[in-house]
């Protein structure tokens, strides 16, 4: 059988039997990519804990005709544990690996791949807060998929801003012209927080309050979920 290598993260994973899983992977070069890792359910298993959500791999993987099979994986980068251990992360985490499952497919993205490899580094490590992660990790995600959101000048006609009515719909803040009756109205602070997840201004959210972080955290669930069309079930476990 043909074979292939490259480096992944392992998504999500489902049991196949008595002792076999299906692994959902997305590798750098070949998109998403579901296989079957054989016997990695007993404890002689040679590479199963290797297999576990949020975990970075080198894999060899035989084509298949329907599944591809997993021949060998070496660890890359083992964040499972590390994350497993901490609920904030743990919950973070999944809404991540759940957003990168549904916004890729088997052409894949090299940034989507990376941007998702270097969030789930951070979380490990917690070089910043789990949520302020994540909701960075949302909008970028999100812009690279075609979903840029606006945060300055208005998403629909364009005019300067600023300006505070928020229409996930349209694509962020609309002026007052655009903005719908009732529109969500979000203070300047808030605007400049989502501005700052959005280019990775580690600085500034450091900064912000937590009050001023929950309510960007709402706006980018609400963002997330309208754009995906069907909702995410990690965010309802996350903590703002």
């Known amino acids: 059988m043909p074979v292939y290598r490259d480096e ?16 959902t992977l ?7 990519v579901r296989a079957v890792a054989k016997g990695v359910r007993r404890t002689a298993s040679k590479f199963g804990a290797r297999l576990e959500p949020f975990m970075v791999v080198d894999v060899q993987l035989y ?6 099979i997993v021949n060998q994986a070496e660890s890359i ?25 549904k916004l890729t497919e088997s052409e894949g993205s090299l940034q989507q791949y990376l941007l998702l490899v270097g969030a789930l580094r951070s979380l490990s490590r917690h070089e910043h807060g789990s949520g302020a992660t994540l909701n960075s990790y949302l909008l970028r995600s999100l812009s690279m998929a075609g979903w840029a959101p ?24 609309v002026c007052d012209n655009c903005a719908a009756p009732g529109s969500p109205r979000l203070d300047p602070d808030t605007i400049a927080l989502l501005s700052a997840l959005l280019t990775g201004d580690w600085a500034f959210t450091a900064d912000a309050s937590d009050t001023t972080h929950a309510q960007a955290t709402g706006v980018v669930a609400a963002y997330t ?15 703002p």
């Open 225 to 239: 979920q309208w754009h995906l069309g069907r909702g995410l079930r990690s965010l309802e476990h996350v903590r």
């Open 26 to 32: 997305l590798t750098r070069q070949h998109g998403k």
């Open 77 to 101: 980068g083992s964040y499972g544990a590390v994350i497993t251990a901490d609920y904030g992360s743990y919950t973070a985490a999944s809404a991540m690996v759940e957003t990168a499952d």
């Open 8 to 23: 992944a993260v392992v998504l999500r994973t489902h049991k196949l039997g008595e002792a076999d899983r299906i692994i």
């Open 63 to 68: 084509i298949g005709r329907s599944l591809d």
């Open 150 to 173: 606006s945060f300055h000048d208005c998403a629909r006609c364009g005019a300067p801003g600023p300006h505070s009515a928020f229409v996930a719909q349209v694509g962020g803040i």
